[in-house]
């Protein structure tokens, strides 16, 4: 009779308390852990080999670290048994050890079981419908397949029901962790008034070993990570965990190592285009929540490598991996274990932008202290006002397109098919037996200006506010291909990487066409009543615009006074959410070098890479 209460869920019979489950997961371990807990039985059992119980019994003595049971075939051909926390016949035996219970193995052991892919949704899948509603799902899934067991099925399942009736004979109370696909047969087994004698496969000498730092990094069947956050929850009794939640922190302790090691700035819609990524990315494949390879391809493709790298580092660290009683170090691939891999591969970019990050030519220049751009005759570095301008255009473009496309409409044919036929509306409307055609919107007469907002740098209320964009500069193109550019930055003096030579990042600026008309937009009356820099920059915007658009980057849009603002002058703001955009091109465009003047260009080079 199934009972539940709360998360937890288990099968009885008799004295048998059933607990079903799917190996090598973080959420079946912990229904395990649940249901020791509630049912507070006399003895556990579980599905793992017999004839292994003394190597599997010490594995799990050794936990949290992590251990491999090794033995060999009748061909002489290596079996591993991987010993891990999140591995629910090893909960069910770790639970009994620390509870100073009998624990048995009670699973007869064969050769050459054939492969065998469970037909099971996602496990975090517990987390929502519970354990009970899974199971009830598996078994009309496999019912539906209709997959004959095979004579090495049945003999597994007779031999466990026969253990399990010995030991229910024996204890008051049994609980028995066994696999989903076997529990049922299991379970109809021990009313049998008779078993076969049968015999376990012939096995050669068994070894308890250990894994290499690396190994364990690739091996382990769930990642150290969440491993190693399960193994915290569990000692603080803090169950059931949520997978979901654990990935977002290991995002999260993985942003601040990447902000340490770069400099780089970590927005907040980086997790967003994440989380994102990673949702369609896991329905894709039919699951709920990523594994660690679906993970790093959303670091490394929604921020950069060196992020992509940060996470891997953190997610494959595993901190029990003690082996204090120096057992064989195994270096095992993830093919010796899985049989089959995916390879990720993380190019990390040098980063420069911390102090001193110039290009050491000898021991003694290594320690020199160099003096910070003065505040008169300041210049720009030329390739880097290249990038900037190529970025504005590359804007422009995109601004265009997105006004474009909000003046498009579909209508039926008339006339003429105009930009072309809408393929989804026709077919939409299929029964009024018309084609519709798409006509796009009015060309706009270009872009005047473009904003770019990396951080607003606006005080928090009730919080001590620390200007991290104090330096705030207005300056002329020098030629008629440079544009006029207003920005706020981090200050000159922070970071010097050579003699007149400053890196600084941008907090925000505005470009503006054609050039030398832009007047110090900090120091001008009109801007007072703006809240932030961010709206200083906006308002300067389209105040200096010559045509009708305005391109606005930022984490959010616009409030709505300063859209009315532009409508009054004839303008219109294109928002255009900045996570949309690169991360690796945004990092790059954000720095940006001050020279203290003309005859530093020349050997800037030597000092900017």
Not at 153 to 165: F, S, V
Not at 549 to 554: F, M, Q
């Amino acid at each position: 009779m199934p009972l539940k209460e709360d998360n937890l869920y288990y099968l009885q019979k008799d004295n048998v308390y059933a607990v079903p489950i799917t190996h090598y997961n973080m959420e079946m371990a912990a229904q395990v852990r649940l249901a020791f807990q509630a049912i507070k039985p006399a003895c556990v059992a579980v599905e793992l080999a017999e004839t292994m119980q003394p190597q599997l019994l010490h594995a799990v003595s050794r936990l949290p670290d992590i251990s491999v049971v090794m033995t060999r075939d009748a061909q002489s051909n290596p079996l591993f048994y991987l010993c891990e926390p999140c591995e629910p016949a090893f909960e069910g035996l770790r639970s009994a050890l620390e509870a100073e219970l009998p624990a048995f193995c009670i699973d007869l052991d064969v050769d050459h079981y054939p492969e065998f892919n469970d037909l099971v949704p996602d496990p975090y899948a517990i987390q929502r419908v519970g354990l009970k509603n899974f199971y009830e799902i598996y078994i009309k899934e496999l019912n539906a397949a209709k997959l004959v067991k095979t004579h090495q099925d049945a003999d597994r399942e007779l031999y466990m029901a026969k253990r399990l009736r010995e030991l229910s004979l024996r204890y008051d109370s049994v609980l028995f962790v066994g696999g989903m696909a076997h529990m049922q047969g299991v379970l109809n087994y021990i009313d049998r008034p008779h078993f076969p004698d049968m015999m376990h496969a012939p096995r050669g000498a068994t070894q308890i070993c250990t894994l290499t730092e690396d190994s364990c990094r690739e091996v382990i069947a769930e990642f150290a990570w969440m491993t190693t956050q399960y193994e915290l929850l569990r000692r603080e009794d803090n169950f059931p965990p949520d997978r979901q939640r654990l990935i977002l922190k290991l995002f999260s302790e993985s942003a601040d190592k990447y902000k340490a090691s770069t400099g780089n700035a970590f927005p907040g819609y980086n997790y967003r285009n994440i989380m994102k990524f990673l949702r369609n990315y896991s329905l894709y494949y039919d699951r709920l929540m990523p594994d660690l390879f679906q993970i790093l391809t959303a670091a490394k493709g929604c921020v950069d490598h060196n992020y992509a790298y940060e996470t891997w580092a953190l997610a494959t660290e595993y901190p029990f991996l003690r082996n204090v009683d120096n057992l064989q170090e195994l270096n095992l691939t993830v093919e010796d274990i899985w049989g089959h891999s995916k390879i990720i591969r993380f190019h990390p970019i040098k980063n420069s932008r911390k102090q001193f990050s110039f290009r050491k030519r000898s021991k003694d220049r290594s320690r020199m202290k160099f003096r910070p751009p003065g505040p008169f005759n300041l210049c720009s570095y030329p390739p880097e006002d290249i990038s900037v301008e190529k970025f504005g255009d590359f804007l422009m473009k995109k601004g265009t397109q997105i006004f474009t496309e909000e003046g498009s409409r579909t209508i039926p044919f008339a006339s003429s098919i105009e930009d072309g036929i809408d393929t989804r509306e026709t077919i939409r409307h299929w029964h009024e037996k018309k084609l519709y055609v798409k006509v796009q919107g009015k060309p706009p007469g270009g872009v005047g200006s473009i904003v770019v907002i990396f951080d607003e740098d606006s005080p928090v209320e009730e919080e001590v506010y620390e200007e991290k964009y104090p330096w705030k500069m207005s300056w002329l193109g020098e030629h008629t291909q440079e544009s006029d550019m207003a920005f706020y930055a981090t200050p000159l003096s922070a970071n010097v990487v050579g003699p007149g030579i400053s890196r600084c990042d941008y907090g925000g600026f505005m470009m503006t066409y054609p050039p030398r008309r832009i007047y110090d937009i900090w120091t001008d009356s009109d801007y007072c009543e703006c809240r932030n820099k961010s709206e200083v920059l906006l308002m300067a915007a389209i105040d200096y615009a010559v045509k009708p658009l305005v391109v606005y980057v930022a984490s959010k849009p616009p409030r709505s006074a300063l859209k009315t603002f532009a409508k009054r002058y004839g303008k219109k703001i294109v928002y255009l959410p900045i996570g949309q955009l690169s991360p690796i091109k945004i990092n790059k465009i954000r720095a940006f070098h001050v020279l203290d003047g003309y005859d530093k260009r020349e050997i800037a080079d030597e000092y900017i890479y």
